[in-house]
C-alpha cells in the first residue's frame, strides 16, 4: 500500500484507535482518558495539515479496498472534502477540550468519549469518502454512533429523543441503501467526478435519475434538518452541550449538507440536474426551511431549543447555495459551511457555559449575565451577530455571497427570502442579546447568579472564546488567499468543483 494510502487511512484511524481504546478504560482514569483523547485530535488535525499540504503541492491521495468483486470501498483527498476534513478536525480539539471540562465528575465518561471519537471517524470518513458507497457506509456509522451520544444522559427525555432520532435516521438510511443500489446497478458504482457521471444515462433512463436524486435528497435530508425531515434536531438537543455543538457544528447536520453536495455536483452534475428539473423544487424546500427554522426559533424561550432551530435555518442556506447552479452561490454555499460550524459551536459552547456554571437554560433567565459572564457573552454576542449578518462576522461574508449568487442565478426572489432570515435572525437573537448587557439582574436572583464576575472554568472558557476569535477574523481576512472563502473561491475557480 503506498504512502499517500496509509496517509488517508490514518487520518480516519487517528480518532478510531483512541475510541476504541477509551471504551475499555476505567471511569477514575481520568488523566489518561484525556492524553488519548487529545493525542487523538492532535494526530488527527497534524494529519490533516500533511494532507493539506501534499494537495497543495499536486500530490494525489487515493485508498482503495475491494469489497466485493466490481465493488469498492475508497478514501480520496481533494480540495472540498478537505476544506469539511479541516473544519472537523480543528473543531473536534476544541469540543474535546470543552467536553473534558464539562464532563468532569459525570458517569459513563468512558462511553461517551468513545462514542465521541467514534463520530469524528465518522465524519472523517464522509469528508474523504470517494464514491456513493463509501459515503454510505460512513453516513450510516454517524447514525449508529451519534445515537448513544443523544441518549447519554439515561432520561425518560434523552431516551425519547433517542427514539426520535432513529425514527427519522433508519428510513432515511433503507432510502439511501436503495439508491446506492440503483445507482450501483446504473452506473456501476462510479467515483465521484467533477460534473458528474450520470449525464450519458440520462437519453434512455431520466425518470429512473430522476426518482434516484429524489432518494438521495431525502436520504441525506434528514441529517441535514430538510423540511419536514428535520423533527429529530430540536428533540436531540436534551444531549450535553458537547453533543450539541457537534451535532449542529460539524458532525451530522454538515454531514447532510455535504454529502448533498457530492450528489448535485460530484454524481449529477449541475447540467443534467438542471435537465431533469431537480434543481428549482430543492432551491424552494430550501427557501421554506430557513424561514421555518427562523420562525421556529423565534418562538422558543429555551436557550438550546432556540438554536436548535437556528440551524435548521441556517444548515438550510447551504443547500440553497448548492441548488442555486450559479458559481457565486456555490461559493457561498462552501464557506457558510465553515463559518457556520465555527458561528454555531461557538453559541453551543456559551449555552453550555450558562448551563454548566449557573444552571440557567432559558432566555428569561439571562437577564444581566453580560456583566456576570462577560467572556462567554462576548463570544455569545459574536456568534449571534453574525449569524444574523452584521459584519465583519463571518455570516456576513457567507450571506453576501449567497444573495449575489441568487441574483446570478436569475432567482433573485430567493434575495428577499435571505433579507426575511435575516430580519428574523435578529428577532430571534437581539433580544438575547438585550438581556446579556442592558437588563439587571432580576430582584429574584439566586447568589448562584449574583455576585462579582465569575467565568466558566478553563477548560469551557478558552474553546468558547477561540471559537469566537475564529468566528471574527475568517471575516475580517475573508479577501486573504487562505481564508475559507478564499479556498471555496479557488476550489470553484480553480476547476476543482465540489
Not at 464539562?102 to 472523517?124: D, K
Request: charged share 10%.
Amino acid at each position: 500500500m503506498s504512502g499517500e494510502a496509509l496517509l488517508l487511512l490514518a487520518v480516519v484511524a487517528s480518532s478510531l484507535l483512541p475510541g476504541l481504546l477509551i471504551f475499555f478504560l476505567p471511569e477514575d482514569r481520568h488523566h489518561l482518558r484525556s492524553l488519548l483523547n487529545l493525542a487523538g485530535a492532535l494526530a488527527k488535525l497534524g494529519l490533516v495539515g500533511l494532507l493539506l499540504h501534499g494537495v497543495a503541492a499536486g500530490a494525489s491521495f487515493e485508498a482503495r479496498l475491494a469489497v466485493l468483486p466490481g465493488t469498492e470501498l475508497v478514501l480520496r483527498a481533494d480540495a472540498t472534502g478537505l476544506m469539511f476534513m479541516t473544519l472537523s478536525a480543528l473543531l473536534w480539539l476544541l469540543t474535546t477540550v470543552y467536553a473534558i471540562g464539562y464532563l468532569e465528575g459525570s458517569p459513563h465518561r468512558s462511553r461517551f468519549f468513545g462514542f465521541f471519537s467514534l463520530c469524528v471517524t465518522a465524519t472523517a470518513g464522509i469528508a474523504l469518502a470517494g464514491n456513493l458507497l463509501t459515503l454510505f457506509v460512513f453516513y450510516e456509522l454517524l447514525t449508529l454512533v451519534t445515537y448513544p451520544l443523544v441518549v447519554h444522559r439515561g432520561t425518560p427525555a434523552a431516551l425519547a429523543a433517542g427514539r426520535t432520532y432513529l425514527f427519522y435516521t433508519l428510513p432515511a438510511g433503507a432510502l439511501l441503501l436503495l439508491a446506492v443500489v440503483v445507482e450501483k446497478g446504473l452506473a456501476g458504482g462510479q467515483d465521484f467526478s467533477a460534473g458528474g457521471y450520470l449525464a450519458p444515462f440520462a437519453a434512455t433512463h431520466g425518470t429512473l435519475l430522476t426518482g434516484l436524486f429524489v432518494l438521495l435528497v431525502a436520504g441525506f435530508g434528514v441529517k441535514a434538518a430538510l423540511l419536514p425531515l428535520h423533527g429529530w434536531l430540536p428533540k436531540a438537543m436534551v444531549a450535553p452541550a458537547p453533543v450539541s455543538a457537534l451535532l449542529h457544528a460539524v458532525a451530522v447536520v454538515k454531514a447532510g449538507a455535504f454529502a448533498l453536495l457530492r450528489v448535485v455536483h460530484e454524481v449529477f452534475g449541475v447540467e443534467l440536474a438542471q435537465q431533469l428539473g431537480v434543481l428549482a423544487p430543492l432551491a424552494l424546500l430550501a427557501a421554506a426551511t430557513i424561514l421555518y427554522g427562523s420562525v421556529m426559533a423565534l418562538r422558543q424561550d429555551e436557550l438550546k431549543k432556540r438554536l436548535a432551530y437556528s440551524t435548521v435555518s441556517q444548515v438550510a442556506y447551504i443547500v440553497l447555495g448548492i441548488a442555486l447552479a450559479s458559481p457565486v452561490a456555490l461559493v457561498g454555499a462552501l464557506v457558510h459551511l465553515v463559518h457556520q460550524g465555527l458561528m454555531k459551536i461557538t453559541l453551543f459552547f456559551a449555552a453550555g457555559n450558562y448551563a454548566e456554571t449557573l444552571g440557567l437554560h432559558h432566555v428569561h433567565e439571562l437577564d444581566g449575565l453580560g456583566p456576570r459572564m462577560p467572556l462567554t457573552s462576548a463570544a455569545f454576542t459574536v456568534g449571534a451577530l453574525g449569524m444574523i449578518g452584521v459584519p465583519p462576522v463571518a455570516g456576513f461574508v457567507s450571506k453576501l455571497h449567497l444573495g449575489a449568487g441568487a441574483i446570478d442565478a436569475g432567482h433573485g426572489g430567493l434575495v428577499v427570502v435571505l433579507v426575511l432570515s435575516g430580519l428574523l435572525n435578529a428577532a430571534y437573537f437581539l433580544p438575547i442579546l438585550h438581556r446579556l448587557w442592558f437588563r439587571p439582574l432580576p430582584a429574584t436572583a439566586t447568589a448562584t447568579t449574583t455576585g462579582p464576575a465569575r467565568e466558566a472554568i478553563g477548560l469551557l472558557l478558552v474553546p468558547t472564546a477561540l471559537t469566537a476569535l475564529l468566528s471574527l477574523l475568517v471575516g475580517v481576512f475573508a479577501a486573504s488567499a487562505w481564508s475559507p472563502l478564499g479556498w471555496a473561491s479557488a476550489i470553484v475557480g480553480g476547476g476543482d468543483d465540489p
